[in-house]
């Protein structure tokens, strides 16, 4: 019995040393994950401002319910309770517990922004729903609704391809990221950094309390974001364009090329994505015609039509070919080249016209003997230099690049140079055939043109200011020059001034009594209907404070909507410059 009894003893020893001392640290941790419960403590996004300091995005506080894997119990009455509290049916928890958090522990959001009712409810009965709690997390509140929707962006819950790509910088499941603009592209200075909340729980998951032995680790808000827009620019821009189903609206500052006013239409409003969003509600986003969600400004391509005679008239000029008094063979409508006839947009002609007319009356003619001397080569050259065929580097990816055709492109879609010829050509240089660009290139393009030939990368953004550092100021930043001489330039903006204020330009909707407009239309042939319109201009001439680009789609002749760009050149000068002073 001795023995026995011994042995009894030194086996239940055996045990306890396993369990304290053996095992004991993996036991100490068991135990602390089943009594401590960890809060995650959303940080709030950092808000997004105009130029003056002025909200365009901020945050409001709202109840998300939330699953604890390792405590929550899927039995039927639980599914039952929270399929009447909620309206989730089981499919969606099945498809949150699957996706998971970091851990275990970690609560797996199943439904946002509850009603505070619906909180009050599952507080009082929390015996009734183990694994079941609720979070205070930040959300996102868009007081301009519509307005600038493409340049400020909307978030959304991460996806699983979004995560893959980006849990080792910190995101987990369930997190809210930038889905587009501002939110996406700085979607991390954003963000802030997540705290959390240690709390002591019974087995049958009530809350005694905090632990008295772990503080909490308080959420640190993201930076704030200073965009160039303006909200009074971008309000009246919006204003303007309720007249057009589709198209772009830009103003931008020559001078640096900062973004005072983006507009893309169709818009959408950002505050449908603060919520669940229906299918009808999706379907009517992703129509495949307007596409809602496309931001023309920068992934649109367009033939830019009119707009880049200006690249062969400063070719031209630079070239030795002609000068601001040059007159051309007389322009009488048509012209037989090769083994078709090239028309002007003029079917009466324009007679006998120098360069800088033939900028003002936008003459086809004229441009296509200019291009003929500059030859396809040089003139691919120079678009290529200008900035177009490739992303100008807007601080609000994705950019579509647009495309210039050149003599491999030829010769490689028609077998050698030999199967075709030079009329490729006359096409190319008044803007039609193959060549496409975005609105930002063209709009950056005049830009450099208003301010002597610079190229800066365009952004939205000014200023990054974190919450407990000093601020970081996003420079400005030059990446070329435009291949023209100042002769060249000096005579683009004669005959852009002339569009304008000329009783024959094209533009003669663009004038002010007080001020010079310089610009340009451009009409686009448009194979599936109407032909886009185009118009851009700057002022004052002599001194640019101000670009404007206006794209209509399927709008006609552009000079027919010259006034609009007129209205808001005219606001620029005498509204918003005298308060901004």
């Keep these: 019995m001795f023995v026995v009894v011994c042995a009894v003893f030194l086996l239940l020893f055996g045990n306890l040393f396993k369990l304290q001392i053996v095992k004991g640290e993996y036991y100490y941790r068991l135990s602390e994950n089943n009594r401590i419960r960890i809060v995650p403590l959303r940080a709030p996004r950092g808000r997004i401002l105009d130029r003056q300091g002025r909200i365009l995005v901020d945050n409001r506080p709202t109840y998300t319910i939330s699953l604890i894997p390792f405590e929550f119990r899927p039995t039927p009455e639980i599914i039952s309770r929270l399929h009447k509290l909620l309206n989730v049916e089981k ?34 009965h929390l015996l009734d729903f183990p694994g079941v709690i609720y979070q205070v997390d930040p959300v996102r509140i868009y007081p301009l609704k519509s307005h600038a929707a ?43 950094k997540d705290g959390a909340e240690y709390l002591e729980v019974r087995v049958t998951g009530e809350v005694i309390g905090p632990v008295e032995d772990r503080p909490g680790i308080q959420a640190v808000s993201g930076a704030d974001i200073v965009s160039t827009i303006d909200l009074n620019l971008q309000s009246y821009a919006e204003t303007l364009m309720t007249a057009v189903d589709a ?46 969600l496309l931001n023309r400004a920068t992934q649109g391509t367009y033939p830019p039509a009119s707009g880049f005679k200006m690249i062969t008239a400063m070719g031209a000029v630079d070239e030795g070919i002609a000068n601001a008094n040059t007159c051309l063979e007389p322009c009488r409508g048509t012209v037989w080249y ?14 006998e016209i120098d360069l800088v007319q033939a900028i003002a009356q936008s003459c086809d003619i004229y441009f296509y003997q200019l291009a003929l001397y500059l030859g396809l080569d040089k003139w691919s050259k ?16 994705p950019e579509a690049s647009g495309f210039i055709p050149t003599r491999d492109y030829y010769n490689k879609r028609y077998g050698g140079r030999s199967g075709w010829g030079n009329g490729v050509l006359l096409n190319v240089c008044i803007g039609q055939g193959e060549v496409l660009v975005t609105p930002i290139q063209l709009a950056l393009y005049f830009s450099a043109i208003a301010n002597g030939g610079t190229i800066y990368r365009p952004r939205v953004v000014s200023e990054i200011r974190p919450p407990m550092d000093r601020p970081l100021i996003v420079e400005e930043e030059i990446v070329g020059r435009l291949p023209a001489s100042g002769e060249a330039l000096k005579i683009s903006v004669e ?63 552009g000079g027919a909507w010259a006034h609009l760009p007129r209205d808001f050149i005219w606001y620029f000068l005498n509204i918003y410059e005298p308060r901004a002073l």
Aim: charged share 20%; hydrophobic share 40%.
């Design 247 to 292: 198209g772009v609206f830009i103003a931008m500052d020559p001078r640096n090329c900062e973004i005072l006013a983006m507009v893309s239409r169709p818009g959408f409003n950002l505050e449908l994505f603060t919520r669940t969003i229906t299918d009808s509600i999706w379907q009517l986003l992703s129509d495949p015609v307007m596409h809602p």
């Design 382 to 397: 120079l678009a290529l230099k200008s900035g177009f065929g490739k992303p100008t580097g807007i601080d609000i990816p």
């Design 91 to 124: 499919e969606n928890i099945d498809r949150a517990l699957t996706k998971g958090g970091i851990t275990r522990y970690s609560p797996v959001p199943i439904k946002r922004q509850v009603d505070f009712e619906t909180v009050s409810y599952l507080q009082e």
């Design 338 to 351: 090769g083994d078709r006839w090239f028309k002007c947009w003029n079917r009466r002609g324009h007679g």
């Design 495 to 557: 005959g852009m001034i002339e569009a304008v204020n000329s009783p024959l330009g094209t533009g003669v909707w663009a004038q002010l009594p007080d001020v010079v407009i310089a610009g340009k239309t451009g009409t686009a042939q448009n194979p599936h209907g109407e032909d886009h319109a185009w118009f851009t201009c700057f002022a004052p001439a002599e001194d640019p404070r101000i670009m404007v680009l206006l794209l209509v789609e399927q709008g006609g002749s």
């Design 150 to 192: 493409h340049t400020i962006g909307y978030i959304g819950e991460i996806s699983i391809p979004e995560l893959r790509a980006l849990y080792q910088k910190g995101y987990k499941a369930g997190d809210l990221v930038g889905k587009l603009g501002i939110e996406k592209a700085y979607d991390w200075f954003l963000r802030g």
